[in-house]
């Protein structure tokens, strides 16, 4: 059996934020087995599973996307947007727009440490969409 639900995310500040708990509210009871797949629908953000404790984590994770894909890159072509925008493309590929977790016993089965990051590129991105496929 196949279930979608769409995830509407607030505005987000630019940066890497865990978004676990949201997710679970949204997505109602779980099969006892199956997968979750989450895919963010725009170009410029992304999704990841790391560290869900630390938060420091997520401030390393800005510090060193900005080195990989920096604003203001004289060698950019597309700039039609503002300096933010072709490093968020550029981050959003990089990152990835999916993550799949396993799903066991009913619940998430992440990691001790882990939790699902909704990763913002843009400064100011808006609300964002997260498809949400449960496969059981």
């Not at 509407?8 to 865990?18: C, D, K, M």
């Not at 977790?101 to 808006?126: K, S």
């Amino acid at each position: 059996m196949i279930k979608q639900i769409q995830i509407n995310l607030p505005a987000f500040n630019r940066g890497y934020h865990l978004i676990t708990h949201m997710v679970e509210e949204q997505l109602g009871p779980l099969p006892e087995q199956g997968l979750l797949n989450l895919f963010v629908k725009h170009t410029s953000a992304g999704l990841t599973i790391n560290e869900n404790a630390d938060p420091s984590v997520r401030i390393d994770f800005e510090t060193v996307f900005n080195k990989l894909a920096p604003e203001n890159d004289p060698d950019y072509i597309h700039t039609m947007e503002g300096p933010d925008d072709m490093p968020a493309h550029i981050k959003s590929s990089l990152l990835g727009a999916s993550v799949t977790i396993p799903i066991t016993h009913g619940r998430l089965n992440l990691g001790t440490w882990q939790g699902i990051y909704f990763c913002e590129f843009r400064n100011y991105g808006g609300s964002r969409k997260v498809l949400a496929t449960i496969y059981s």
